[in-house]
């Protein structure tokens, strides 16, 4: 009983051992992968009751597991849409394939890093098939609220690198000095205009033809013109018609005194300094920023010259995709080349109790198992996740060193296990040699 259990340990010793090498030897050939996460193997001793006075060796059983809660060193990259998470969490992916044969049912997989790159059809994939998954943002670029205990919402990101993008007009900031010479008794009256290319919702270049007409009075000054603003992009139309009156005490002498709409023109805001234009046929709302009263940065009426002296507008033309880029909290940013950016997406960060515990799949790719619990979606950046890093990628957990050591010691504790084996086995040819 007592050699034969013995025999049986150092049978499982090596056993163990060799599982020990298994793991070993897959974490020096994953040195260099990026995102590996090392496998350990753990021994646990085994107790058999020999009875009372003997001993009867039970010997080891091993279990391996990989240490996915680890996190390698970042590593600098040139590549924008190279991703790792700095901290907690995963990024959610899909595979290629499942992504073209499952339709709606897309099994979500978790990484940690990855080198994405757009492909053939406009998807952020990287070179094993692994595509990046995302919440699909509004046309303002706003994430509509989708639930963070499920996948729903989440969606392959698919960005056409041929794609054109424009912005239509929403605001115009109108700085303009007129002359108070015009307003005075015996000017000539004539009228100044400023003409404002605004771009429509199709991208196209429209003009706002703004006149200033000033009021000339019999004696003294009035201080007083009348602003009158049409769209080419409404056939010529009146959008609006205003009657400015500007200020000539000494604290705030030229700037605007009222601002009074004739009637059918846009209501002025006093406390912004803004009224809202509808142009190109209605389609289209354009909120006009001619400064508050008494605001010395708005409109102004000084000296005798005439200068726009400056002209703020958003909206661009259409342009083409230049490059797409993360930023740390997960938003997806496509650039085009006409300087315009636009959120397309939002990529969360994966979170589940136990992350040990997740599937492995081939390619450091890891999904949702009973024993990890289940995920949650965060905000790159927020609760318990870290942050979306770009121009990153992490290297494996792998310490060599480290590694070359373990193999030392267990290419001994194998020797020493094969030498039991010898023992017991001369122990018993002993045994045998009783009988002669």
Same mark, same amino acid.
């Given at each position: 009983?007592?050699?034969?259990?013995?025999?049986?340990?150092?049978?499982?010793?090596?056993?163990?051992?060799?599982?020990?090498?298994?793991?070993?030897?897959?974490?020096?050939?994953?040195?260099?992968?990026?995102?590996?996460?090392?496998?350990?193997?753990?021994?646990?001793?085994?107790?058999?009751?020999?009875?009372?006075?003997?001993?009867?060796?039970?010997?080891?059983?091993?279990?391996?597991?990989?240490?996915?809660?680890?996190?390698?060193?970042?590593?600098?990259?040139?590549?924008?849409?190279?991703?790792?998470?700095?901290?907690?969490?995963?990024?959610?992916?899909?595979?290629?394939?499942?992504?073209?044969?499952?339709?709606?049912?897309?099994?979500?997989?978790?990484?940690?890093?990855?080198?994405?790159?757009?492909?053939?059809?406009?998807?952020?994939?990287?070179?094993?098939?692994?595509?990046?998954?995302?919440?699909?943002?509004?046309?303002?670029?706003?994430?509509?609220?989708?639930?963070?205990?499920?996948?729903?919402?989440?969606?392959?990101?698919?960005?056409?690198?041929?794609?054109?993008?424009?912005?239509?007009?929403?605001?115009?900031?109108?700085?303009?000095?007129?002359?108070?010479?015009?307003?005075?008794?015996?000017?000539?009256?004539?009228?100044?205009?400023?003409?404002?290319?605004?771009?429509?919702?199709?991208?196209?270049?429209?003009?706002?033809?703004?006149?200033?007409?000033?009021?000339?009075?019999?004696?003294?000054?009035?201080?007083?013109?009348?602003?009158?603003?049409?769209?080419?992009?409404?056939?010529?139309?009146?959008?609006?018609?205003?009657?400015?009156?500007?200020?000539?005490?000494?604290?705030?002498? &030229? @700037? +605007?005194? #009222? /601002?009074?709409?004739? %009637?059918?023109?846009?209501?002025?805001?006093?406390?912004?300094?803004?009224? $809202?234009?509808?142009?190109?046929?209605?389609?289209?709302?354009?909120?006009?920023?001619?400064?508050?009263?008494?605001?010395?940065?708005?409109?102004?009426?000084?000296?005798?010259?005439?200068?726009?002296?400056?002209?703020?507008?958003?909206?661009?033309?259409? &342009? @083409? +995709?230049? #490059? /797409?880029?993360?930023? %740390?909290?997960?938003?997806?940013?496509?650039?085009?080349?006409?300087?315009? $950016?636009?959120?397309?997406?939002?990529?969360?960060?994966?979170?589940?109790?136990?992350?040990?515990?997740?599937?492995?799949?081939?390619?450091?790719?890891?999904?949702?198992?009973?024993?990890?619990?289940?995920?949650?979606?965060?905000?790159?950046?927020?609760?318990?996740?870290?942050?979306?890093?770009?121009?990153?990628?992490?290297?494996?957990?792998?310490?060599?060193?480290?590694?070359?050591?373990?193999?030392?010691?267990?290419?001994?504790?194998?020797?020493?296990?094969?030498?039991?084996?010898?023992?017991?086995?001369?122990?018993?040819?002993?045994?045998?040699?009783?009988?002669?």
């Amino acid at each position: 009983m007592t050699l034969s259990s013995s025999l049986n340990a150092s049978v499982a010793g090596l056993s163990a051992n060799a599982s020990n090498l298994s793991t070993i030897s897959d974490n020096i050939a994953n040195s260099e992968t990026t995102g590996y996460k090392r496998a350990m193997t753990e021994f646990h001793s085994m107790v058999i009751d020999g009875g009372s006075g003997t001993y009867a060796a039970g010997g080891v059983r091993v279990s391996a597991h990989r240490l996915i809660d680890e996190r390698g060193p970042l590593l600098s990259t040139s590549n924008p849409t190279d991703l790792a998470v700095r901290g907690r969490g995963f990024l959610p992916v899909v595979s290629h394939p499942d992504l073209v044969t499952a339709g709606d049912a897309l099994q979500m997989e978790l990484v940690t890093t990855g080198s994405f790159r757009l492909d053939a059809d406009g998807y952020l994939t990287t070179y094993d098939g692994a595509v990046l998954m995302g919440w699909p943002a509004e046309a303002d670029g706003s994430i509509p609220d989708f639930p963070r205990d499920s996948q729903n919402g989440l969606e392959a990101i698919q960005i056409s690198a041929s794609q054109f993008a424009a912005s239509p007009t929403s605001e115009i900031r109108m700085g303009v000095n007129l002359p108070a010479t015009s307003t005075e008794a015996g000017a000539d009256g004539d009228e100044e205009q400023v003409t404002i290319e605004y771009y429509d919702n199709l991208g196209k270049p429209q003009t706002l033809t703004v006149t200033f007409t000033p009021t000339v009075p019999a004696t003294d000054a009035s201080n007083e013109w009348t602003m009158t603003i049409t769209d080419d992009g409404s056939g010529g139309a009146v959008l609006g018609e205003y009657t400015l009156t500007f200020d000539d005490s000494s604290g705030f002498g &030229g @700037t +605007l005194a #009222s /601002v009074n709409p004739t %009637a059918g023109s846009p209501a002025y805001d006093a406390a912004t300094g803004t009224f $809202t234009l509808s142009a190109a046929n209605g389609t289209q709302d354009i909120t006009m920023d001619i400064g508050q009263i008494n605001d010395f940065s708005g409109m102004s009426q000084l000296s005798n010259v005439f200068a726009p002296n400056s002209i703020n507008k958003d909206g661009a033309p259409p &342009g @083409t +995709l230049t #490059s /797409v880029e993360v930023d %740390a909290n997960g938003y997806v940013h496509a650039y085009f080349d006409t300087g315009l $950016t636009r959120v397309v997406y939002q990529v969360p960060l994966v979170d589940v109790a136990n992350p040990n515990e997740l599937n492995v799949g081939d390619n450091q790719r890891y999904t949702v198992s009973d024993d990890s619990g289940a995920f949650y979606l965060w905000s790159a950046g927020s609760g318990p996740v870290g942050e979306i890093l770009g121009f990153a990628q992490e290297e494996a957990t792998v310490d060599v060193a480290g590694e070359l050591t373990n193999l030392i010691q267990t290419q001994r504790a194998y020797s020493s296990n094969a030498k039991v084996i010898q023992t017991v086995d001369e122990m018993l040819q002993e045994t045998t040699n009783m009988k002669r």
